[in-house]
């Protein structure tokens, strides 16, 4: 089979097809996104190390199933974003428990459900795990939510998402076709994150807000948080810190903050590891009902290392309005 490995230049390479274990599915992929992830990660790769197959977005048909398997069948159009201990997806043929896997959704091409998971996942568990904003939206309605980062791959669902749920949502966006987007997207105003933040929302009425979803910078933005934050709120971060972050500026007010990271449930193998197929196939409902819109923002075709080194020249840029994919082999 046909993939891509980060040695770290990419390079088209010839593997052989692997055997799914038990709980396994073996998924002929069709699409891949991409994210922050795969170019952090090649970054880790030295010259002389072993090469790391990346790719943590895909979406493709069942070929095969480990002994185990129950809630697919070969044939069945599936989506994931997988396991970042395991081989990502950037090969024609994949392994993946399918307790981490969700059914496609029928409406959207291949290049669309392959750009839901990994965001798709993230932006659910920030929040409604870790913020407890209620996902029905019959409960804390018109709570108010600062999104930092609104335009990127986790905040153009996470807007959507937490609209649904009844947030006023506040979304960052630097320019004026990011700003756009995330207007499109259902946010109820918009701030530059590159001007500061404070006074932009005391102009439209929040001396501070309920929630704060951090989906950039930590360090850049511990400060401002502190100040912006209600006393009683939440605030979640997705991002790791490079510096020491004073968990005392958010005492006073009483404030929880929570780490969100898409893969915890997989690498430490959590009981409830099969939520992660459940929220997939909560989040296909939504977008098949038409309540969610697909956050690609470009295509390139076919999936091979020219294209996915140009994917990762974008992404890098961190100047993507949604989100990224590549499909088909050609
Ligand atoms: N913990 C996890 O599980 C998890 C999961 C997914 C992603 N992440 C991490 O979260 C980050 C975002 O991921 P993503 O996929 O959403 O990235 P992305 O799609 O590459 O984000 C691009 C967006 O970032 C915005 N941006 C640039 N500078 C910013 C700033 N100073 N403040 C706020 N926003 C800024 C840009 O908006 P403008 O163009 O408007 O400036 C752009 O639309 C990455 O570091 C990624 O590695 C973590």
């Known amino acids: 089979m046909r993939a891509i490995l980060a040695t770290p230049a990419l390079v088209d390479t010839e593997l052989p097809v692997p055997t799914p274990g038990p709980h396994d599915l073996l998924v002929r992929i069709e699409a891949v996104a991409v994210n922050p992830i795969d170019t952090k990660l090649r970054a880790a790769v030295r010259e002389g190390d072993p090469p790391r197959q990346l790719g943590w977005d895909a979406a493709g048909v069942v070929a095969a199933t480990g002994a185990r398997v129950s809630r697919f069948r070969v044939g069945d159009p599936v989506i994931f974003a997988g396991d970042v201990s ?21 409406r959207l091409s291949w290049a669309e459900a392959a750009s839901v998971p990994l965001t798709g996942l993230t932006a659910w568990e920030s929040l409604f795990e870790r913020l407890e904003l209620d996902a029905s939206g019959e409960r804390g309605r018109g709570s108010s939510l600062l999104i930092l980062g609104g335009a990127g791959g986790v905040g153009s669902i996470a807007i959507q998402l937490a609209r649904r749920a009844g947030a006023v949502v ?132 076919p999936i091979n290392a020219a294209n996915l080194e140009l994917a990762h020249t974008q992404l890098a840029s961190s100047s993507t309005i949604g989100k990224v994919a590549l499909v088909g082999w050609g």
């Open 86 to 106: 395991r081989s990502g997806c950037n090969a024609e043929a994949v392994l993946v428990d399918e307790r981490l896997v969700g059914r496609k959704p029928a």
């Open 170 to 301: 506040i979304a960052s966006a630097s320019r004026p076709e990011s700003a756009a987007w995330v207007r499109e997207l259902g946010a109820d105003h918009v701030v530059d994150h590159h001007q500061p933040l404070a006074p932009q929302l005391a102009a439209l009425g929040f001396e501070v807000v309920d929630h704060i979803a951090n989906f950039s910078d930590t360090d850049a933005y511990w400060e401002v948080m502190a100040e912006l934050i209600a006393p009683l709120g939440s605030i979640v971060a997705i991002v790791g810190n490079r510096r020491p972050l004073d968990l005392n500026r958010l005492k006073a007010k009483s404030v929880t903050f929570a780490w969100e990271f898409m893969f915890s449930r997989s690498q430490f193998q959590t009981a409830d590891m099969g939520r992660q197929g459940e929220i997939l196939d909560l989040l296909a409902e939504l977008l098949e009902a038409g309540e969610l819109r697909p956050t690609l923002g470009r295509t390139v075709s």
